[in-house]
């Protein structure tokens, strides 16, 4: 048998920049197991796109869509701006966003600044700190619609919680959900204790991670308790109090299960009406789903608007 020749032997060798057959091999089977080790992070993940895409993506390229489209008669056709027109001819339309904007004020006021106070209130405290946070908490833990109605009871201008405390305090009973001063104000202070828990909670672990150094050096700069307030606790929680203040904003500005339950939706007078619910009474009761979608659209033009402007407002702060 003759030795192989100088070029049968070039003829075999791999040339340069071309992996050889068991390089191929090799590197394929490693992506196998790559893929095998990974395939039920892949599945998740893959479940979430679809989940996200189902139940988000889709809903809002339907409503973009709805929003230029009218039915009748069981016939779709395109209508243009002519559902946007009926939504800024409504005069409810614009009822709707002032009451939308008392409501995101006054749900500040008390929904942004009473968890915050609650969070310092409990920092302070060394014991029992367990047991105040599941207290706090609670009330997120109740379903929304039992939460609702317990404060329908006590507001009940006859045999209502509220009003028996007024009367030990000789002061006139009040139509809490009845009266056009009152009834925004009400829906407001239910609000806040139903969702106050878990701001208070993510207070209170910024706080905690503050260094106690800060607050020695106040202490012997002779700082008391509000001015250790303002010069430490704020600045070192700057980050968390402009993330929840945009997370606050978006949802009180789409409130619709508080003033539903409590006044009906609309409320005395329309007092109650909110955006949100204005969309449900064209979806649901005036059975207009096009202007349903065009409101919608809004609503959510406007709430990105704000978003951009307060992030840009942010960031150059920092800067």
């Known amino acids: 048998m003759s030795a192989p020749t100088l070029s049968s032997r070039k003829a075999t060798r791999p040339r340069p920049g071309h992996p050889g057959p068991a390089r191929r091999d090799s590197a394929r089977e490693e992506f196998l197991r790559a893929v095998r080790r990974n395939i039920s992070a892949h599945g ?9 895409s189902l139940f988000s993506w889709y809903p809002m390229v339907r409503e973009f869509i709805l929003a230029f489209q009218k039915t009748e008669d069981g016939k ?10 009926y ?3 409504d005069p409810a339309f614009w009822q709707a966003w002032r009451n939308t904007l008392l409501f995101t004020v006054l749900a500040l006021l008390l929904g942004f600044v009473v968890p915050f106070v609650v ?3 409990l920092n302070e405290f060394r014991h029992g700190q367990g047991y105040l946070r599941l207290l706090v908490y609670l009330p997120v833990m109740l379903p929304p619609v039992a939460s609702v109605l317990l404060f329908k009871y006590f507001y009940d201008p006859g045999y209502g919680l509220f009003n028996r405390v007024l009367e030990i305090f000789h002061l006139p009973a009040q ?12 829906v407001v202070i239910a609000a806040t204790w139903m969702n106050m828990g878990g701001a208070t909670l993510i207070y209170l672990a910024a706080l905690q991670g503050i260094p106690g150094e800060l607050y020695e ?23 968390i109090l402009s993330l929840l203040l945009l997370m606050q904003v978006i949802a009180t500005m789409q409130v619709f299960t508080e003033p539903f339950l409590l006044t009906n939706g609309a409320g005395p007078e329309g007092s109650t009406t909110t955006v949100v619910y204005l969309i449900y009474q064209y979806a649901f ?18 709430l990105a608007g704000f978003s951009a402007v307060y992030v840009r407002l942010s960031r150059g702060s920092e800067d």
């Open 217 to 239: 050096a106040a202490e012997l700069d002779g700082a008391g308790l509000l001015r250790k307030v303002w010069h430490v606790t704020i600045p070192q929680t700057r980050l």
């Open 76 to 85: 779709t056709t395109w209508a243009g701006w002519s559902n946007l027109t």
């Open 175 to 186: 139509q809490w959900l009845q009266d056009t001063g009152t009834a925004m104000l009400s």
């Open 285 to 302: 009761n005036f059975n207009n789903y096009g202007s349903a979608a065009a409101l919608g659209l809004v609503l959510l033009v406007v």
């Open 44 to 52: 998740f993940l893959i479940g979430a796109v679809l989940c996200f």
């Open 87 to 89: 939504v800024f001819n």
């Open 119 to 121: 969070a310092v209130v």
